[in-house]
């Protein structure tokens, strides 16, 4: 059995996951980096290789049972247990309700929520048999706070939101910690693939909304620009999450993502966050 701090890393292709496994593994950790496809590995190898840290790559697919029970079952019966959980991988998706079809939005909640709660469940009875683990979900801004035209996606953000800290006291009382990362702009792969998505995507083309996402679009380029955090920023608040004596369980990772929630804490009724988001959007 290791002796080090075994890490189960979920999406690790590029972005977030990818920078993740490369710091816990800096850090010390074993790290699992999983994946969806293996061919897409390349630039995770090649990142390892040039900062001489040893990564075990195995594949993963989030929406699919067997998958998870084999790579998580595979990393138990060979390390005796896993430490640490990142439930990084995540898909997002642009288009308002009407717009959106139901098998969109299905795969969507299927990789952003179900398959944090598969991984999740996964890990839990030998965690809890332990008395001892972490699970740390990279969330979103959009998960505390809805963006336009992130319908789904937000939805699913917030039902990750729900399931962690429902699960945190519970989970507690068996010396497993719960934590969740709640990033604003991150200038990764991720924007550029939903946007192509969008692009590619046969919705239903309502023109009352083509401005409307067109300003909103126009903003978010601007600010994560200005604002944008890189995968390594997110990446040494996960390690924070997983090394912290007492981890919270939320970790806001930027000042001005800090003051935006705020608001929410403050306002009651909702209604300074519609007027700030809508703020993004022309008359």
Known sequence: MSSQQI???????????LSTAIVLARAGFKVIATMRDLTKA???????AGESVAIDI???DVQDELSIQ?????????????????NNAGAGLLGSTEQTTMAALQRTMDINFFGVWRCT???LPTMRAARSGRVISVSSIGGLIGQPFNDAYCAAKFAVEGLMESLAPVAKRFGI????IEPGPVNTEFVATVVKQKENRADVEIADYAPLLSAYLSGSRQMFATAGQTGDDIAAVVLEAAISESPHLRY???????????????????DSIVAMTGARLPQ
């Open 7 to 17: 890490a189960v890393v979920t999406g690790t292709s590029s972005g977030i996951g």
């Open 42 to 48: 390349d630039a995770l190898r090649k990142r390892a």
């Open 58 to 60: 195995r594949r993963l």
């Open 70 to 86: 084999t790579c998580i079952g595979g990393v138990i019966k060979e390390f005796g247990r896993v430490d640490v959980l990142v």
């Open 121 to 123: 469940q996964a890990v």
């Open 177 to 180: 910690h719960v934590s969740l």
């Open 252 to 270: 806001l990772t930027s000042d001005m993502i800090r003051g935006v929630v705020a608001r929410k804490y403050v306002d009651a009724t909702g």
